[in-house]
């Protein structure tokens, strides 16, 4: 059972990184520069961690890698050990979940017993199946560890979710929050309405996923008719790859539209400027004129920049910077650097690195 303080701090909404990861040349976990990661993203604000996930790169969770434990078992020793040292509260921890349906079960079972609070279900590896089929497979990972559903998007999954499937699995009791992340607005209102018709929108947090609409994501509200009923929605956070960098700032934006959220003051038209320049940020770093081809390295680059990753290494190979991406990359901080976090960073970094 999850803790209701979990609970709580997750519908409230808050900002999620989805968790990088830092190799050496072997292709094993350079941990200096992991627990590093973690410390940043907590000392900015972060109140959550993905671990697993796509971000992590999803070879880790291939049996003849043997990364999914140890990558999950460092996040959440990190975690711990920097929430106690700062008096914080810990994190809320959410494992990334893939693989046919024993496999999912597994991975759940390993995450809830390292006290992971949500699984991220990717449903990538049951492309083609029908929605019965979905349906039943996240009906047994929520048996073992509270859900996050997920909508990837088609680029990166190979598959659409029908409007039909939200339907359904808001219904199921353990789905507690839903990652939208289609990159497409009409498929992003068919999981808001079926939140909104299911009679759970209170109990469902709506996360963000979709790296190039962030800002707006969050500012707006929706509101949905239900039967003569307006049902309001809101998305209150997000767990995105974009914000796996940059993450003070992401932390001060997100807090800035949660209080204009709770006091219904209109939207500034300086945070509709920042909308368009966080997009134009992403298409840079997740190398979207490349079928974000480049988007991991696009993210460990600005990070390797920044002086907390030594290398751009990934599992597989062919995941490299596109031509011109890091050119791209670096006009965007150059031109915008008030999207950067790059003092806090450089201010922090020595600590980050050298603790134990």
């Keep these: ?16 990184p989805a968790h990088p990861l830092a190799l050496q040349k072997d292709n094993r976990i350079d941990e ?14 972060a109140g959550g961690l993905a671990v697993g996930v796509h971000t992590t790169q999803f070879a880790i969770h291939e049996p003849g890698i043997g990364l999914y434990r140890p990558v999950l078992e460092l996040a959440i020793e990190t975690a711990r050990q920097f929430s106690l040292s700062a008096g914080r509260a810990e994190p809320i921890m959410i494992a990334g979940v893939v693989g046919d349906t024993p496999n999912a079960i597994e991975e759940a079972r390993l995450a809830q017993d390292l006290g992971y609070d949500l699984g991220l279900l990717s449903l990538t590896a049951l492309r083609a199946k029908p929605v019965s089929e979905l349906i039943n497979h996240c009906r047994q990972v929520a048996e073992v560890i509270p859900v996050m559903g997920f909508y990837l998007q088609e680029t990166i999954s190979g598959m659409v979710l029908p409007a039909e499937f939200w339907q359904q699995l ?86 800035r539209i949660a209080t204009i959220r709770r006091t219904a003051a209109p939207a500034p038209a300086d945070l509709l400027t ?7 940020a992403n298409k840079a770093i997740f190398d979207a004129d490349n079928r974000f081809a480049g988007c991991i390295p696009g993210i460990s680059y600005v990070l390797k920049r920044q002086g907390l990753l030594k290398d751009l290494r990934t599992l597989d190979p062919e995941e490299q910077l596109s031509p011109g991406q890091a050119d791209k990359i670096d006009r965007i901080i150059t031109g915008y650097p008030h999207l950067t976090d790059d003092e806090f960073v450089r201010e922090n970094r020595h600590e980050w690195l050298e603790l134990r």
């Design 32 to 45: 200096r520069c992991q627990r590093a990661l973690t410390r940043y993203y907590l000392a900015s604000g």
């Design 1 to 16: 059972m999850i803790d209701s303080g979990i609970t709580d701090r997750l519908r409230a909404g808050c900002v999620i």
């Design 170 to 255: 808001v219904a199921l009791p353990n789905v507690l929050a839903i990652k939208i992340a289609p990159f497409n607005r009409y498929q992003t209102h068919d999981v808001l309405e079926a939140v909104a018709h299911s009679g759970r929108a209170e109990d469902i947090a709506l996360y963000t996923g979709n790296d190039d609409n962030i800002i707006l994501d969050l500012l707006t509200r929706y509101e949905f008719n239900v039967r003569g009923q307006i049902v309001p929605l809101e998305i209150v956070g997000g767990l995105l790859g974009q914000w796996a960098c940059w993450t003070k700032k992401a932390v001060e934006q997100h807090s």
């Design 274 to 280: 920042l909308a368009c320049q966080m997009t134009l």
